[in-house]
């Protein structure tokens, strides 16, 4: 092997080498490995590989407490069992999590931490490649920990979403979907953290004094908060969390570790006005329109409810008429026998639903059958509402 | 000879060879055997591979020795050639394809597809590295071109 100390070429060693001893130990090690990984049967390793092999080995020594006092092969071999502890305590961590999972329609939730850590526990190999990381944990953390890599960084993503995850189940998980609705319609399908905004939210509702895991608010309490929200006080409602008693220690930690982070987020949604998408205002008592295309009026009702239309006084009157109607063609046979006035479309539109827009607006798609200027205000309705 | 990387222990392990190659009535001499040495040296360099034995290089040897129409005054300059082109291939394909296999394809290659043309070889080899970025494996290539080849990888 004397003959290897003197030939390996410098650029071959990783960049981080120069924290170890002796390259001679590591370029034994990474051709052992390589031999062993190859049966022998290959005598060049080209300079990537060589590199991998050695940020693997360095990586695995590194876990070792006390590297700095062994040789390299021992270090590497305690880290190894190192990386064996923490591959358990990953698989520990997800099924903790995935027991008691917070049910949310957010696709990447779920498949971050059962299909993601499913492939990185199946390809992750401990021996040859410990610094790789070999996938990208999609669903993104409040909390990310940059600093660590590879298995370390996979084992603290877990930790901190099993904090979120409790921190989530405080909360009404179908409340929570609407939450995110209001503030990202398409927030099923994009990888967006759902900790955040109800922490925004738990903030909000310590300020202003309401059971801590509230999601519905008046228009009154936007008001209130505008003029009380600052960023001493969040600091300081978050200083006080440990003497409360809603969260563990644990939480509140975590809580802490991103306080900065909250006290610009509310301060951007103060500064853009964006408030009420995060709010579920409590839903008005009058008739929201069910539609769907098989609950059809007869004639003598549909004549009746024009009439009605016709006789009302003022539009509020109007809309609350048309929104008798329980089919969707019915609904749209209404709006072209009625020719409502722009104000009064402008109108029907505020009061209708996102998700209720949408299947006016799929209807037209379908048919090829477009009411204007209602689509037009139901397609501005929706872009509105996109972000 | 004035190679500060090349040293004297891989000069003599390829004259070593000539204990095989004699008996087919081959022989490389010192120069030669630098030569040879020089040529692996300077593709591990270009190809930024790190070369830890001369078995590759020996096997190369003691393969295309076997070659009976390759005569003395040919046969140095083949088996540089193949050096070139089994680094070139080396760097290409992963560590899944063992060096035999390679040292296997060229010479199959060489003497049944490229009719010993070395830019016919050339050609051939680009054509694996396809076939290999696609499938990820040679042996199936390398079996349709010599059914009878058997590998050991």
């Known amino acids: ?387 | 000879m004035g190679n500060e990387l090349i040293n004297s222990n891989q000069i003599a392990a390829v004259v070593s060879c000539n204990q095989f190659l004699r008996k087919k009535q081959l022989e490389i001499s010192e120069q030669q055997a630098y030569e040879i040495v020089e040529v692996a040296k300077s593709c591990q360099i270009d190809y930024q591979l790190f070369q830890f034995d001369d078995k590759s290089t020996i096997k190369l040897i003691k393969t295309f020795s076997e070659n009976q129409s390759l005569r003395q005054q040919e046969f140095v300059d083949t088996v540089k050639q193949m050096l070139e082109l089994f680094y070139y291939l080396r760097s290409e394909l992963d560590f899944t394809v063992d060096d035999n296999s390679i040292i296997e394809f060229l010479d199959i290659s060489y003497r049944k597809t490229a009719y010993e043309n070395y830019d016919l070889l050339v050609d051939q080899c680009d054509e694996l590295i396809r076939y290999f970025n696609q499938n990820g494996s040679i042996n199936e290539y390398v079996k349709t071109r010599n059914p009878q080849t058997v590998f050991t990888d």
Request: charged fraction near 25%; charge should be negative; aromatic fraction near 12%.
């Open chain 1, 1 to 387: 092997m004397n003959m290897l100390k003197q030939e390996t070429p410098k650029q071959f060693l990783p960049i981080n080498f120069s924290e170890y001893k002796d390259d001679g130990q590591l370029v034994e090690l990474v051709i052992r490995q390589f031999k062993e990984m190859t049966a022998d049967e290959i005598s060049s390793i080209s300079k990537e590989l060589f590199n991998r092999l050695a940020s693997g080995i360095l990586y695995s020594c590194s876990l070792a407490e006390d590297y700095n006092e062994l040789t390299l092969q021992k270090a590497y071999q305690k880290g190894q069992k190192v990386i064996e502890k923490k591959l358990k305590n990953i698989r520990e961590i997800q099924k903790r999590i995935l027991t008691t999972l917070f049910q949310t329609e957010n696709i990447y939730y779920r498949s971050t931490v059962s299909d993601g850590i499913d492939a990185f526990l199946k390809h992750y190999n401990r021996r040859y490649f410990a610094a790789e990381m070999i996938i990208n944990c999609d669903y993104p953390l409040f909390n990310p920990d940059i600093r660590q890599v590879s298995i370390g960084y996979i084992e603290q993503y877990l930790l901190n979403l099993e904090i979120e995850n409790r921190f989530c189940q405080y909360f009404d998980n179908k409340q929570v979907d609407q939450l995110l609705e209001n503030s990202l319609v398409d927030y099923k399908k994009l990888p967006i953290n759902i900790f955040e905004p109800l922490l925004i939210v738990f903030i909000y509702n310590l300020i202003l004094n309401k059971p801590p895991f509230n999601l519905i608010f008046e228009l009154d309490d936007l008001n209130r908060l505008k003029s009380l929200v600052s960023e001493s006080l969040i600091i300081s409602i978050i200083a006080d969390l440990s003497n409360q008693s809603f969260l563990d220690e644990q939480i509140i930690q975590y809580i802490i570790q991103g306080q900065n982070k909250v006290a610009a987020l509310i301060s951007q949604q103060l500064i853009g006005d964006n408030l009420e998408k995060l709010y579920l205002k409590r839903r008005k008592k009058t008739k929201i329109i069910k539609l769907n295309l098989f609950n059809n009026m007869d004639y003598q009702q549909y004549d009746q409810l024009l009439k009605l239309i016709y006789n009302c006084q003022d539009d509020n009157e109007v809309i609350r008429a048309i929104k008798q109607v329980n089919s969707l063609s019915d609904f749209i046979e209404i709006l072209n026998d009625c020719d409502l006035s722009d104000q009064q479309l402008k109108l029907l539109v505020e009061s209708l639903s996102l998700d209720e827009c949408k299947i006016i607006m799929a209807y037209f798609k379908k048919y090829d059958y477009y009411l204007q200027p209602l689509a037009d205000y139901l397609s501005t309705k929706l872009k509105m509402n996109l972000f």
